[in-house]
């Protein structure tokens, strides 16, 4: 069975902790990060959004994932 770009992205996550629109369009053929970020989030994975401005003025987001779950949060913040 194919690795979906969600899977794809949330494995490349884990383990480079930080993505852009570029790395996910290059690396996955992903244009829509924002979106599979945000379905990410809805599974429960605490990815947190930084935004960037480059040495040219443009500004992007910039995705981290952080590897304690939402439940894991709730309960430590309880």
Known sequence: MAVTQKEAILEYLQVAC???PVEALMKFGCFRLGARIH??????????????????????????????????QQLSSA
């Open 18 to 20: 930080a993505i852009t």
């Open 39 to 72: 379905e990410l989030r809805l599974q429960g994975h605490v990815i947190e959004t930084e935004m960037t401005t480059d040495d040219a003025g443009k500004t992007y987001a910039k995705y981290r994932y952080h590897h304690t779950s939402r439940r894991q």
